[in-house]
């Protein structure tokens, strides 16, 4: 089978020591978790988890199977990028000078579609939403300039097809 990108969607309860048992799941396996990002869900008191791996379909579904297992876990979904709308968040802290010096950081922020969240006399802040590979570009444009703080989040994702969680909950 081939590799590719999965989305991991896990509804479960709010618990302390789920994430921990969780990411064992995927360290037994030497899977790399590429994004994780827990939030609250649509559902009251339901929190998603939104988990990213490059593996195969077959251990992908493996994975789904033992996370469905964990008690707090109601349910859990996987689908490609393809499945899904999804997108990622970051945010750059570049010298404030350069903002009026380097004609070409103007440039790169209206290219990227970026938004200038603060600027002060020491330092700027850019924040860019948007697919991997656009923070990538736009985080590989401002390297020569030099960053001095970079962070970004962990993929959100919604799928394209309806999501039965919660009909299923309320069958429960």
Do not use: C
Request: aromatic letters at 10%; hydrophobic letters at 40%; proline letters at 1%.
């Amino acid at each position: 089978m081939e590799k590719q990108w999965y989305t991991i969607s896990v509804y479960s309860e709010n618990h302390v020591g789920l994430l921990n048992r969780i990411s064992g799941i995927f360290l037994k396996r030497h899977i790399n978790i590429e994004s994780l990002n827990v939030s609250k869900s649509e559902i009251k008191g339901v929190s998603k988890f939104t988990i990213v791996v490059y593996t195969t379909e077959e251990w992908t579904r493996k994975i789904v199977g033992q996370i469905e297992k964990q008690i707090e876990v109601i349910k859990a979904f996987y689908h490609t990028d393809d499945e899904t709308i999804y997108q990622e968040s970051a945010l750059f802290k570049i010298a404030s000078h350069l903002l009026f010096d380097e004609r070409q950081i103007q440039n790169i922020i209206k290219e990227s579609n970026a938004q200038i969240v603060t600027v002060s006399r020491d330092f700027f802040a850019l924040a860019k939403t948007g697919r991997k590979h656009e923070i990538d570009e736009m985080h590989a444009a401002l390297e020569p300039y030099g960053i001095m703080q970079f962070v970004r989040s962990g993929r959100i994702a919604v799928s394209k097809a309806t999501m039965p969680i919660s009909e299923m909950l309320q069958e429960l």
